[in-house]
Structure formats: C-alpha cells, structure tokens
C-alpha cells in the first residue's frame, strides 16, 4: 500500500527535551511538507522540501528543525526553544512538477509537560 | 500576504438538508485552490483541485466551484457520515506550499 506513516501516534515529553517526529512516504514524492494544527485552527506551515538535501522554512519554523537525506523520509525535531510545541503535528507530500496536491499522513499528537 | 477565510466556523444539517461552505481568498495569483476533508484526529483527505474560475468538480454529494475570489463546496442531500472538518487551501503563484483556511466544522444528524 502507498502512502504517508508518522509515528509515533501520540508521544509525550517533559519541557526542555528536545522530540524528533518520524515521517516516510512511499509514494515516489518529490516534495514533503510539515505542518502543525493547533485546536479549531487550520494548518500552519513548520518546514518544506523540494527535493533531497534542501528545504525551506515555512510560516512558524522558529524552535523546529527538520533533515532530507532521503526521498522517502522528512523527520522533524522539535527542540526546546519551541515555546509551545503542545500541538497535531502533520506531514504532508506532493508529487511536484507542476502537482500540488498534498497528501496527509495520520498525524502525530504531541503533549509536552 | 496570502489569506483564506472559511465560513461558517460550523454548521449543523439535518440528514438531507443541503447547504454550502465558502472559502473566500486573497492571492497574488492564483495557481489552485484546494479542498480537503478532515476527520477528528485524523489527517486531511483530499477531495478537489480547482484551477480556474467557472470551474466545477464533483464527488459523490460534494460539488466545489470556484469564482475569482471565492470558492464554494455545496453538499446535495448530507449524510451523517459526511460530517467533519472542511478545509479550503490556496497556493498562491509566488510560493510552492499551501496556505490554509481554519475550516468549517460540519454536523450532520439523522
């Protein structure tokens, strides 16, 4: 089956641990994408990539990083100077080439305490 | 700066009650606009692509059309299994990620 997996599902921390979120397509994607969705909210861009080895910073990428060694694979690391990092975090990907369309992976919750 | 603004917030039909969701945008260009279905804690689905102004797209009880400055998702005869969250996203020609509306939350009841 194609598709995008995040995990882990949910995952709790403590404040000041940095918490590294999993995402891989096998879909043959160029560009992947993470978001995150705060409650009643729509979905703000964190971090993006075109291709392998490049990525950009989205709208709110202050306090996360992210690496793109692999086609398949976009983790994210929510570090410790994210003042709110409590929220749904989502990874996306797109064909790219002139295809947008953005197709979603189930998520990951996350709650720092 | 890119915006899109979804109305209602929410929305509650009864079983056959057909209405319509709009997503009102303000782009620099317009090289889509996008909808999406999201289920509570759950990842969007993808439902439309829209390009141009005057264009239609269907599926099953949902039909997207878009003008230039405004979308609208109608829903013919609901069913409670169509309630979710309806998100609406543009991508606007000077970027290469979707901006997002926050959604319309709808209910459907029997």
């Known amino acids: 089956d194609g598709g995008i997996t995040q995990s882990p599902k949910y995952l709790f921390r403590k404040e000041g641990q940095n918490v590294t979120l999993s995402c891989e397509q096998n879909l043959n994607h160029d560009a992947m994408y993470w978001y995150r969705q705060d409650p009643g909210q729509g979905l703000r861009l964190i971090y993006y990539?075109?291709?392998?080895?490049?990525?950009q910073k989205g709208d709110i990428a202050e306090g996360y990083s992210v690496s793109r060694e692999k086609k398949e694979s976009f983790p994210l690391t929510v570090t410790s100077a994210q003042k709110n990092p409590t929220a749904f975090y989502l990874c996306?990907?797109?064909?790219?080439?002139?295809?947008?369309?953005?197709?979603f992976g189930p998520g990951t919750r996350l709650t720092v305490t | 700066e890119d915006q899109v603004t979804q109305s209602p917030e929410a929305l509650r039909l009864q079983e056959g009650e057909s209405s319509s969701l709009n997503c009102s945008y303000t782009?620099?260009?317009?090289?889509?606009l996008f909808w999406y279905r999201q289920d509570p804690g759950k990842g969007p689905e993808f439902l439309f692509t829209?390009?141009?102004a005057g264009e239609e797209k269907e599926k099953e009880r949902l039909k997207a059309t878009l003008t230039k400055k405004e979308s609208f998702l109608h829903i013919t005869a609901p069913k409670p299994e169509d309630s979710a969250t309806y998100l609406c996203a543009v991508l606007d020609t000077g970027r290469r990620a979707l901006t997002f509306g926050s959604g319309t939350r709808l209910q459907v009841q029997p």
């Open positions: 990539s075109q291709i392998v080895n490049d990525f």
């Open positions: 782009v620099s260009g317009l090289r889509g």
């Open positions: 996306a990907s797109s064909p790219g080439g002139g295809d947008y369309e953005q197709y």
């Open positions: 829209l390009y141009s």
